[in-house]
């Protein structure tokens, strides 16, 4: 998989939205955006994936940059529940390549 | 969304000891399910893939004789650490596909945290 370079931490406050920035300047056609996060003391939790166009649900936004080489999570509204570590990360869409590699994510901190 | 239990979720046990950590996929099939090992502050570290009716595929350094993997079926995965040890305490996190192809989803359980005293 390839990589991707995230921020060791970011803080925001509470009811403001967040841009989490996420890297991959060596994304491959194939490679599928993935975002994750995982709340302290529980697994992992999905929370969007994108290829190309910007993508909406019901927690979050995925802005990707029109040459791929970047993407932003977006929170529109952050609460409290919004802190956790969160993991962007590129994933093959090719038949067999179904592993996800951690990186060591983003912290992010709700103030308040 | 789909959802990933996993039992237990806490374990304590003596060194030396085997301990069985169950992954099931509640309301979807999984032909494949991976096992995740982290430590205290640090990320997710794959340990095996493992594929309903057949071996789990392990990764580098994962001994395989000491975390045996079954996927009997299609709901259900199990991890044994056999002769725990302290150095095995840990976080355990199953996984599970939901789909068949590239763009499916991975979902979660909720993790395994095992104590070798």
């Known amino acids: 998989d390839a990589k991707t370079t995230q921020p060791n931490s970011m803080e925001s406050n509470e009811e403001e939205p967040v841009h989490l920035p996420c890297n991959h300047s060596t994304i491959s056609g194939t490679d599928y955006i993935h975002w994750y996060r995982q709340l302290p003391s529980q697994g992992p939790e999905y929370v969007i994936h994108g290829l190309t166009s910007n993508v909406n649900n019901r927690m979050a936004s995925l802005a990707i940059a029109e040459d791929r080489k970047s993407s932003t999570l977006i929170l529109h509204r952050a609460t409290l529940r919004d802190a956790a570590v969160y993991y962007c990360?590129?994933?093959?869409?090719?038949?067999?390549?179904?592993?996800?590699?951690f990186g060591t994510g983003t912290r992010l901190t709700i103030i308040p | 969304g789909a959802v990933v239990s996993q039992h237990p979720s806490r374990v304590i046990c003596k060194s030396g000891t085997s301990v069985k950590i169950e992954c099931r996929s509640l309301d979807f099939q999984a032909t494949t399910m991976f096992w995740y090992r982290q430590f205290p502050k640090k990320s997710l570290m794959l340990m095996a893939t493992s594929n309903e009716g057949s071996k789990a595929t392990y990764e580098q350094g994962v001994e395989k004789d000491k975390f045996l993997i079954n996927h009997a079926s299609l709901t259900l995965s199990t991890l044994t650490v056999t002769s725990a040890h302290p150095e095995d305490s840990s976080f355990y996190i199953c996984?599970?596909?939901?789909?068949?192809?590239?763009?499916?989803?991975?979902?979660f359980g909720p993790g395994t945290r095992l104590t070798v005293l």
């Open positions: 996984s599970a596909r939901d789909g068949d192809g590239g763009t499916d989803t991975q979902y």
């Open positions: 990360i590129l994933r093959d869409f090719n038949f067999g390549n179904e592993k996800l590699t």
